[in-house]
């Protein structure tokens, strides 16, 4: 998700993280099967915002990267 430009869209593929930030991430509506939309980043690796549904979160760039999104062509 991380790579992501702002704008894009996909599907959560999968999800490399402990228990803890799969349940956090689970508990915030994003699991694998979810469309997410990118909206957008901050340079350096501050949060990346995204959007499910009708929904917007702001996650931290080390969780992001570590979401498998397939964006597609």
Same mark, same amino acid.
């Given at each position: 998700?991380?790579? =992501?430009?702002? *704008?894009?869209?996909?599907?959560? %593929? +999968?999800?490399?993280?402990? @228990? &803890?930030? /799969? #349940?956090?991430?689970?508990?915030?509506? =994003?699991?694998? *099967?979810?469309?997410?939309?990118? %909206? +957008?980043?901050?340079?350096? @690796? &501050?949060? /990346? #915002?995204?959007?499910?549904?009708?929904?917007?979160?702001?996650?931290?760039?080390?969780?992001?990267?570590?979401?498998?999104?397939?964006?597609?062509?």
């Amino acid at each position: 998700m991380a790579q =992501m430009e702002s *704008g894009e869209s996909g599907t959560i %593929v +999968s999800i490399t993280g402990g @228990r &803890g930030m /799969v #349940t956090r991430l689970d508990s915030m509506g =994003m699991r694998v *099967g979810v469309d997410v939309k990118k %909206v +957008s980043a901050q340079i350096l @690796r &501050g949060p /990346v #915002t995204v959007q499910i549904g009708g929904t917007q979160l702001a996650i931290g760039f080390g969780m992001a990267q570590k979401i498998l999104v397939e964006v597609p062509e």
